[in-house]
């Protein structure tokens, strides 16, 4: 039986302010929170919280049938605690259907699965943490940020427990394979990989109101056609995108929220159900993915050359995963957190030369007028904050001794715990007496 597989994204990236060379050393916030809030709430009112209430509408009118997957970063999350609860408190009225799972991801929505394998991990656990605490899941499938894999980043999320990750079904890796079906990875066989059908996904994400498609309009029935004349050992129809396709990327006015209301009818009558991906991977694999080089949905590359195309991304990339070690060992709270906003993937790809002609890299604006001005003024914020990591931690010592300094309050840490539970014991005794 022929399952849909949806998933959507929701992320939205801590936008950095104009900082000249001039406020480094005197200014150490970072943030445009103007900008960040009127675009998340633009959003959340035109996009996320209609989209929210029409699934679960779907839902419910169902019977529970309809079914969804979504991956929320750490850095959205946070901007909605702050401008939008209604959002996390409506997504958390989806969770209680049991029709929703909630994916884990890179808690910065970053890039640190390709080079900080340690950095890597502790913003996944953090974000799953974050997702457990809000929703009530444990997640055991992971969405890596922009869907980039590797058989190197499937070994590392393997060994973190997921049972399965989300990947993009590109041609130049399955070659004459189709990406409707369940796989695995080669070096871990384990891990379970869904693989997004671009053509469809994009059918929806970005050709739903382009008049001079040859397949518009778009409607529901139309769309389960295309499904049913595929093969019919075809498995699973993985529909990934963000969820500002719903009345951002795709307006009310084009007909979309119908159209994705009227799928679940459609696709019964079809004998096609939804499934969540966990859920999918309950199904065998017919073959498995091998791949020394990271591919991701975006572009017609379906590369990492978005954020890690030129000499400008590569700098400031290999500038702020240099202080990594140091900025482990700060146990400053200002520090920590200006760390994982600086490494929202969206930082590098407004410096991007590059011109896609679909779209996919990335669908929110770019607040910079030129890719070197984005790079500027991110370099200007990196210097500041490399100034103070190394106020705590300078770069004259050496990464043996910072290690040994990092052993050295582990062991102190640990001794004064013993301690107090010495003492409290010698307390409960006394009491005794």
Not at 311 to 332: M, N
Request: one cysteine or more; proline letters at 4%.
């Amino acid at each position: 039986m022929k399952t849909i597989c949806f998933y959507f994204q929701i992320h939205q990236p801590f936008r950095l302010k104009r900082y000249r060379f001039f406020d480094i050393g005197k200014d150490n916030y970072y943030y445009d929170d103007f900008n960040n809030e009127s675009i998340a709430t633009r959003l959340v009112h035109e996009s996320y919280l209609p989209a929210i209430h029409t699934i679960k509408e779907m839902i419910e009118n169902s019977n529970r049938e309809f079914k969804v997957a979504f991956s929320i970063s750490g850095t959205a999350i946070e901007q909605f605690e702050v401008n939008a609860p209604e959002v996390l408190e409506n997504l958390q009225k989806l969770a209680a259907t049991g029709c929703v799972e909630f994916l884990a991801e890179t808690y910065a929505h970053s890039l640190s699965s390709l080079i900080d394998p340690i950095e890597f991990e502790q913003q996944v656990q953090k974000h799953s943490k974050k997702i457990e605490a809000l929703f009530g899941q444990k997640p055991t499938i992971f969405r890596n940020t922009e869907l980039i894999y590797s058989e190197e980043i499937g070994e590392m999320v393997a060994k973190m427990g997921f049972k399965g990750m989300l990947a993009e079904g590109a041609k130049h890796i399955l070659g004459w394979k189709s990406p409707n079906f369940v796989y695995k990875s080669e070096s871990t066989p384990k891990l379970k990989l869904l693989l997004r059908n671009f053509r469809l996904s994009d059918d929806i994400a970005f050709r739903f109101s382009n008049r001079s498609w040859d397949s518009w309009p778009l409607t529901a029935d139309k769309f389960i056609s295309f499904i049913n004349s595929g093969n019919k050992e075809e498995q699973v129809y993985n529909l990934f995108m963000g969820l500002e396709t719903f009345g951002s990327l795709q307006p009310e006015n084009t007909g979309i929220f119908e159209f994705l209301k009227a799928l679940p009818k459609f696709a019964k009558e079809s004998g096609i159900s939804f499934s969540t991906p966990s859920e999918v991977i309950k199904r065998e694999p017919v073959g498995s993915i091998n791949t020394l080089h990271p591919f991701s949905w975006s572009g017609e590359e379906r590369d990492t050359s978005a954020w890690l195309g030129n000499k400008l991304q590569h700098e400031a990339f290999e500038k702020l995963y240099s202080i990594g070690e140091r900025v482990r060992l700060c146990q400053d709270r200002r520090i920590q957190q200006d760390w994982i906003y600086l490494q929202s993937c969206d930082h590098f790809y407004y410096m991007s030369t590059k011109h896609f002609s679909d779209g996919t890299s990335n669908t929110n604006f770019s607040p910079y007028d030129s890719p070197f001005e984005a790079f500027t003024n991110y370099m200007n914020v990196m210097s500041d904050f490399i100034a103070r990591v190394e106020a705590q931690y300078p770069s004259t010592i050496e990464n043996e001794e910072l290690n040994s300094l990092l052993q050295t309050i582990h062991n102190q840490a640990m001794e004064i715990t013993t301690l107090k539970e010495e003492i409290k014991k010698l307390r409960a005794r006394k009491a005794k007496k």
